[in-house]
Each structure stands twice: as structure tokens, then as C-alpha cells.
């Protein structure tokens, strides 16, 4: 039984490029919620999805960020361009309608030089 | 708003004496609350849950917790610790919308 799958799992990119983060939720799950981890901001709801649909992206910091989910097993985080202040790394999470555990993927490392 | 604050950013315990780890949430109504755990570079893992019912909650690993509303609690506790256990642990609140909200984490380390 496959978890939530995340790819890459380490991204090194250069200022100013795009770079683009790829989620796969566990099987019948119909939320899926993108977050960033940071030393300082510790971790951070950036959007979440219910039944593909985004619900609350109150927290994607800037226009430089989109997401977008165009079916129930995919899902993508976007950054274009990509700033230094973006190295993170970045949890998807999925969970279930009536369950509110959320069950995470191991992250995406992205490091912006 | 919801909220969560854990009060220790670092804890070191002796393998095989006990822990506990504090959480102190906000919450307008009735919460659901998580123990998260991670390990260096993995992702998160849930230890335990509290949705309803019995206030303490037994998790995996030996964690338990207790969910106390007059002090907006949720202490997470071990009796014994190994030293797989040192990682981070973290305490989210939620509530029917499925918007969580995490604390900064506590690192706890295992010294032989």
C-alpha cells in the first residue's frame, strides 16, 4: 500500500528558474495539502485541495507560486521564478474526507543557489 | 484561529528514563489533535490522535497522550525511551475543515 509518493526528492536549481514539485495522494483520498518547511517559519500550510478543487491558498506566498491538481492522483507546486529565499522543503500530505489525520509524502528538498 | 505552541524547543533525556513533550493549543470549539513525528530527512509521522472519547489516547511506539480541556493540553508521553526516539516531534490541532496547524516542533535527544 503506497503512501504518498513525492518527486523529486532533491532539487538543486539555479535563481530564476522554474522549478516544478510533483505529488501523487494515497488512493481515495480527497484532500491534498501542500506544505513548506523552513528553520525559521517552521512548517506551513501553503494550499490545500479537496476533490481537486482548491479550497485555501491563503498561504502561497507570492504570485511566484501556483498549484494545481488536475485529477484525484496528481498534483503540482510551481515556482517560477525561483528566489534563494525558496530553499525549503516541501511536504505534500493527503487525507482521507472524514478522517483529519493527514498522511505525508518525504519531501522535496529544494535548494535555490 | 487556531493555534498550537510547544514550550521546549529542545529536550535531552537518558535512554531508558521517561519523557514528556507539551503541547498547548487554541481552538474555538472542540479540537482534533495530532502527534507528528520526524525523523532527519524523512517526512512526518503520525503517533497518535484524539478525536472523541477516552481523553488518553494511545499512539505507536509506546506514545500516549492525554487531552486535557481546562488547560487546552495535550502532553505527549513515553515511559521509557530508546534511542530511535530521538527526531522531532511536532503537535497539530485541527478542526472539521481539515486546516491543521502544527507547533514549532520539539527536537529530542537520546543520550546513552
Known amino acids: 500500500d503506497a503512501g504518498v509518493i513525492q518527486s523529486p526528492r532533491h532539487e538543486v536549481t539555479e535563481m530564476g528558474q522554474e522549478v516544478t514539485l510533483r505529488c501523487k495522494p494515497i488512493?481515495?483520498?480527497?484532500?491534498l495539502f501542500w506544505y513548506r518547511q523552513t528553520m525559521m517559519r517552521g512548517l506551513e500550510l501553503l494550499i490545500y485541495f479537496n476533490n481537486n478543487v482548491p479550497i485555501d491558498d491563503s498561504g502561497m506566498p507570492e504570485d511566484r507560486f501556483s498549484a494545481k491538481m488536475p485529477n484525484a492522483s496528481f498534483s503540482t507546486l510551481k515556482i517560477q521564478p525561483s528566489e534563494p529565499r525558496d530553499s525549503a522543503v516541501y511536504f505534500c500530505a493527503s487525507s482521507l474526507v472524514r478522517g483529519a489525520e493527514q498522511f505525508f509524502g518525504p519531501g522535496t528538498r529544494l535548494t535555490v543557489l | 484561529a487556531q493555534s498550537v505552541t510547544q514550550p521546549d524547543i529542545h529536550i535531552t533525556v537518558s535512554e531508558g528514563a521517561s519523557l514528556e513533550l507539551r503541547c498547548n493549543y487554541s481552538?474555538?470549539?472542540?479540537?482534533?489533535l495530532f502527534w507528528y513525528v520526524q525523523s532527519p530527512g524523512q517526512g512526518l509521522q503520525l503517533l497518535l490522535k484524539y478525536f472523541s472519547g477516552d481523553t488518553l489516547v494511545q499512539g505507536i511506539k509506546g506514545f500516549e497522550a492525554e487531552f486535557k480541556r481546562s488547560q487546552s493540553s495535550f502532553n505527549l508521553r513515553k515511559p521509557s525511551v530508546h534511542w530511535s526516539d530521538a527526531a522531532e516531534y511536532f503537535c497539530?490541532?485541527?478542526?472539521?475543515?481539515?486546516?491543521?496547524?502544527f507547533g514549532a516542533g520539539t527536537t529530542v535527544t537520546v543520550r546513552a
Open positions: 481552538y474555538g470549539a472542540t479540537p482534533y
Open positions: 488512493s481515495g483520498h480527497d484532500y
Open positions: 497539530a490541532v485541527g478542526g472539521f475543515g481539515y486546516k491543521l496547524s
